[in-house]
């Protein structure tokens, strides 16, 4: 278009109105009145050219302002429309943004034929992409790209807007062949003009990722340089910014075992952001117990990267974090079985002497830090185990050697057991069996030894030449009082205080049954009160309480005070006594029956006078009044009870 501008001034240079009117001369589509075309001076005649549908070439026409009595009325103002080829200006992408204008002196847009255009050109290679972003305060942008300078070829991409304003862009449009590209910075709507600005761009890579973080599993949570998560699973963090402002971003990083160098290949890539977003990325399936440092970049969506960034600020040969995830603890090795001092070692299927036995094993976790204790299980052969421990010990060391304690065993009882390792935490290893033998055999027998004798079953006061009843036992015991049920030796019992002059007769030695001698036939022929037996076996001895022999029954008489020489007719003095005595001559002192007594050798053929028939008193019948009224040498007397001799 050859005029320069697109509106003309209308001024009254004299007194009064001054009232005009215009029109076009030829009246072609081409030209035409923007607002009133009529009014009074002073005034702007606005006109808009529309070069749609025109081929190139000069468009003339001429505008008449009609004044009524004024001085050289009507007014004429030639007008030219020259339609002309878009003349492209040459571009480097990646320079400075473009400040531009579009004017009615502007060609028409090849592909929007109702506006103005200003075109302008780049080299491109074939697979390189290029983004071009217009914007204006003004007007609707609108921009095109095209590799042809043919107008009638469909242009690559088109774009009207961009964020929903006045923008238009094409983000990273792929360049199909090597070659010259055209740009079209154009409006949306016909005949716009007005400022704007251009940018044209190859895709830059991101920037350097800012914020580096290292959190737990829950995003939230950070984990301080140099230290310890107790997941598997760790989340980067990294603020992500790029030249181009529109460029979705993703965090990529690369996570390697401290000792190992980085080799710049990303271990994991997280999701999507937008430009300056903080983007995440989450690193999965850590090793426990190990160290780790780590680096990040930004990514663009055409797959470019920004440079490296160690996290930490630290030497790459310390850790940015480790790991020490709580697992349980391995299965205890090592299991060993010991005497109550912890030194002296049981045999499998061997003995222990005492009630309690130490067991011991090397317990281990996957965790250094741990401190691991150990859990034991004994159960008497034939009874399944239940994995509910029956004993436990301290903690120790990861590595070290646990013990515990198994106290409160049975006696003649066999044994066998399991153990496991438990942690501070309370995780527990699953059971490992002693011995290596079926759980039907014996890992342990008890088998106490004896360091005492006891008279469980105390001799009772009984008849002389009786059984002693109940019987009288005798237990093999520890120190405790507990009876050694696995003692099955000889018990030999004696009179230790021998009150009557007594013989002990029966069965006096007798072995243990589970640990207890019993005594069923044991009796003592002389009467006493005191009688004591004391037992002994093994270098042990035992001394049992008092108790008392009684007289059996009567079964003979006996002159205890014989008759004694005495003038005829006197009373024989002392008095003769009579007693009854059992088979064992103990006096039967429950004796109370008649005793008579009477001449046995008649050596003067007297007569015996007085009381000669006597109740006996405690088994003794005492004559005071007895006398013989003939004298005479060799006289005896007999003495006589019913059932007695």
Same mark, same amino acid.
């Given at each position: 278009m050859?005029a320069?501008a697109?509106?003309?001034?209308?001024?009254?240079g004299?007194?009064?109105?001054?009232?005009w009117?215009?029109h076009?001369v030829?009246?072609?589509?081409w030209?035409?009145f923007?607002?009133?075309?009529?009014?009074t001076a002073p005034?702007t005649?606005?006109?808009?050219?529309?070069?749609?549908?025109?081929?190139m070439g000069?468009?003339r026409?001429?505008?008449?302002v009609?004044a009524?009595?004024?001085?050289d009325s009507p007014?004429?103002?030639p007008?030219?429309f020259m339609?002309?080829p878009?003349?492209?200006t040459s571009?480097?992408?990646?320079?400075?943004a473009?400040?531009?204008?579009?004017?009615?002196?502007?060609?028409?847009a090849?592909?929007?034929?109702?506006?103005?255009?200003? $075109?302008?050109?780049?080299t491109?290679?074939?697979g390189?992409s290029?983004?071009?972003?217009?914007?204006?305060?003004?007007?609707?942008?609108?921009?095109?790209l095209d590799?042809?300078?043919?107008?009638?070829?469909t242009p690559?991409?088109?774009?009207d807007s961009c964020?929903?304003?006045?923008d238009a862009?094409?983000r990273?449009?792929?360049?199909?062949?090597?070659g010259?590209?055209?740009i079209?910075?154009?409006?949306?709507g016909a005949?716009?003009t007005?400022?704007?600005t251009l940018?044209v761009?190859?895709?830059?890579?991101p920037?350097?990722?800012?914020?580096l973080?290292?959190l737990?599993?829950?995003?939230v949570?950070?984990?301080p340089?140099?230290g310890?998560t107790?997941?598997a699973?760790?989340v980067?963090?990294g603020?992500?910014?790029?030249?181009?402002a529109?460029?979705?971003?993703?965090?990529?990083?690369e996570?390697e075992? $401290?000792g190992?160098?980085?080799?710049?290949?990303p271990t994991?890539?997280?999701?999507r $952001?937008?430009?300056?977003?903080?983007?995440?990325?989450?690193?999965?399936g850590?090793? +426990?117990n190990s160290?780790y440092?780590w680096?990040?970049r930004t990514?663009d969506?055409t797959?470019r990267a920004?440079?490296w960034t160690a996290?930490?600020g +630290?030497a790459?040969?310390?850790p940015?974090?480790?790991?020490s995830?709580?697992?349980p603890p391995?299965a205890p090795?090592g299991?060993?079985?010991?005497?109550s001092?912890g030194?002296?070692?049981?045999?499998v299927g061997?003995a222990t002497?005492?009630?309690?036995?130490i067991?011991k094993?090397t317990v281990?976790?996957?965790?250094?830090?741990d401190?691991?204790?150990?859990d034991?299980e004994?159960?008497p052969?034939?009874?399944a185990?239940?994995?509910?421990?029956?004993g436990s010990?301290?903690?120790v060391?990861n590595?070290?050697?646990?013990t515990?304690?198994?106290?409160?065993?049975?006696?003649n009882t066999?044994?066998h057991?399991?153990?496991r390792?438990?942690d501070?935490?309370g995780?527990a290893s699953?059971w490992?069996?002693?011995?290596?033998n079926a759980?039907?055999a014996?890992?342990f027998r008890?088998?106490v030894a004896?360091t005492?004798l006891a008279?469980?079953?105390?001799?009772?006061?009984?008849?002389a030449?009786a059984a002693i009843t109940?019987?009288v036992?005798v237990?093999?015991q520890?120190a405790l009082?507990?009876t050694?049920?696995s003692?099955?030796?000889?018990?030999?019992?004696?009179?230790?205080?021998?009150?009557g002059g007594?013989?002990?007769?029966g069965t006096v030695?007798?072995?243990?049954?589970?640990g207890?001698a019993s005594?069923?036939?044991?009796s003592?022929?002389?009467v006493?009160?005191g009688y004591t037996l004391?037992?002994?076996?093994?270098?042990?001895?035992?001394?049992?309480?008092?108790f008392?022999?009684?007289?059996?029954?009567?079964?003979?008489?006996?002159f205890t005070?014989?008759?004694?020489?005495?003038?005829?007719?006197a009373?024989?003095?002392?008095?003769?006594q009579?007693?009854a005595r059992?088979q064992?001559?103990?006096?039967a002192?429950g004796?109370t029956?008649?005793v008579?007594v009477?001449?046995?050798?008649?050596?003067?053929?007297?007569t015996?006078s007085?009381t000669?028939?006597?109740?006996?008193?405690?088994g003794v019948?005492?004559f005071?009044?007895?006398?013989i009224?003939k004298?005479g040498?060799?006289?005896?007397l007999?003495?006589?009870?019913t059932?007695?001799a």
């Amino acid at each position: 278009m050859a005029a320069p501008a697109d509106s003309l001034s209308v001024a009254n240079g004299g007194p009064g109105t001054l009232s005009w009117v215009a029109h076009f001369v030829r009246g072609d589509a081409w030209l035409a009145f923007v607002g009133p075309n009529s009014g009074t001076a002073p005034a702007t005649l606005r006109i808009a050219f529309n070069p749609a549908g025109l081929p190139m070439g000069v468009y003339r026409d001429t505008v008449i302002v009609d004044a009524e009595n004024a001085a050289d009325s009507p007014g004429r103002v030639p007008v030219e429309f020259m339609v002309h080829p878009c003349q492209p200006t040459s571009v480097v992408p990646n320079a400075a943004a473009l400040q531009d204008s579009l004017t009615t002196a502007d060609c028409s847009a090849p592909h929007r034929s109702k506006s103005f255009a200003r $075109v302008y050109s780049f080299t491109g290679a074939k697979g390189d992409s290029i983004s071009i972003a217009m914007a204006s305060t003004v007007f609707d942008a609108f921009v095109t790209l095209d590799s042809s300078a043919n107008d009638a070829v469909t242009p690559l991409a088109t774009n009207d807007s961009c964020t929903g304003g006045n923008d238009a862009c094409l983000r990273y449009q792929l360049l199909p062949v090597g070659g010259t590209y055209r740009i079209e910075a154009t409006s949306a709507g016909a005949a716009q003009t007005g400022a704007f600005t251009l940018s044209v761009t190859r895709p830059r890579s991101p920037d350097a990722t800012q914020s580096l973080a290292q959190l737990r599993g829950d995003s939230v949570t950070a984990v301080p340089t140099g230290g310890t998560t107790d997941q598997a699973t760790v989340v980067l963090r990294g603020v992500v910014t790029d030249p181009d402002a529109a460029d979705s971003l993703r965090l990529q990083v690369e996570l390697e075992p $401290v000792g190992t160098a980085f080799t710049g290949t990303p271990t994991a890539t997280g999701a999507r $952001v937008a430009n300056g977003q903080t983007a995440f990325v989450a690193a999965t399936g850590l090793a +426990n117990n190990s160290a780790y440092h780590w680096q990040a970049r930004t990514l663009d969506q055409t797959g470019r990267a920004g440079p490296w960034t160690a996290f930490g600020g +630290n030497a790459e040969s310390a850790p940015d974090f480790s790991t020490s995830i709580p697992v349980p603890p391995n299965a205890p090795t090592g299991l060993g079985q010991f005497q109550s001092d912890g030194n002296t070692a049981i045999a499998v299927g061997g003995a222990t002497t005492g009630r309690s036995v130490i067991l011991k094993a090397t317990v281990t976790d996957s965790n250094p830090g741990d401190q691991l204790r150990l859990d034991v299980e004994a159960q008497p052969v034939g009874t399944a185990f239940k994995n509910s421990p029956s004993g436990s010990g301290a903690p120790v060391a990861n590595g070290g050697i646990a013990t515990a304690t198994l106290a409160g065993l049975s006696d003649n009882t066999a044994y066998h057991w399991q153990a496991r390792a438990v942690d501070q935490t309370g995780r527990a290893s699953g059971w490992a069996s002693f011995g290596n033998n079926a759980e039907t055999a014996t890992d342990f027998r008890v088998a106490v030894a004896v360091t005492q004798l006891a008279f469980t079953g105390q001799p009772s006061n009984a008849v002389a030449g009786a059984a002693i009843t109940p019987a009288v036992q005798v237990s093999a015991q520890d120190a405790l009082g507990n009876t050694i049920t696995s003692f099955t030796g000889n018990v030999t019992v004696s009179i230790a205080n021998n009150a009557g002059g007594g013989t002990l007769s029966g069965t006096v030695t007798i072995a243990a049954v589970n640990g207890v001698a019993s005594f069923s036939t044991l009796s003592i022929d002389k009467v006493g009160s005191g009688y004591t037996l004391t037992a002994s076996a093994t270098g042990l001895t035992t001394t049992s309480g008092p108790f008392a022999i009684t007289p059996a029954a009567a079964k003979q008489l006996a002159f205890t005070v014989q008759p004694t020489d005495v003038p005829a007719g006197a009373p024989i003095t002392p008095a003769v006594q009579i007693t009854a005595r059992d088979q064992f001559g103990n006096t039967a002192s429950g004796f109370t029956g008649n005793v008579t007594v009477a001449i046995g050798n008649n050596a003067g053929g007297g007569t015996l006078s007085g009381t000669t028939t006597q109740a006996a008193v405690s088994g003794v019948a005492t004559f005071g009044t007895l006398n013989i009224d003939k004298t005479g040498t060799g006289y005896t007397l007999t003495a006589s009870s019913t059932g007695l001799a």
